[in-house]
């Protein structure tokens, strides 16, 4: 699923790329505006990579560690 997501974020990045270089011609306005699609790639994949870890940490706990047994 890791994979899927990383290829949206790729895809989309991709379009903003060509958007940018097709009708922002000067270079000076677009790299700016290149650096801040670069910024929100990255973004979107801490936060893939956050979600990740957060999945796989609510997926791998094990409560009976910090469960006590109740004596009758």
Same mark, same amino acid.
Request: no cysteine.
């Given at each position: !699923?890791?994979?899927?997501?990383? #290829?949206?974020?790729?895809?989309?990045?991709?379009?903003? #790329?060509?958007?940018?270089? #097709?009708?922002?011609?000067?270079?000076?306005?677009?790299?700016?505006?290149?650096?801040?699609?670069?910024?929100?790639?990255?973004?979107?994949?801490? !936060?893939?990579?956050?979600?990740?870890?957060?999945?796989?940490?609510?997926?791998?706990?094990?409560?009976?560690?910090?469960? #006590?047994?109740?004596?009758?």
């Amino acid at each position: !699923m890791h994979t899927y997501i990383s #290829t949206a974020i790729d895809s989309v990045q991709y379009a903003k #790329t060509q958007f940018l270089n #097709t009708f922002v011609k000067e270079e000076s306005i677009r790299k700016p505006l290149q650096d801040f699609v670069n910024a929100q790639a990255l973004f979107a994949r801490n !936060m893939v990579n956050v979600g990740n870890d957060l999945f796989q940490a609510a997926t791998t706990f094990d409560i009976s560690k910090y469960l #006590t047994p109740v004596k009758q």
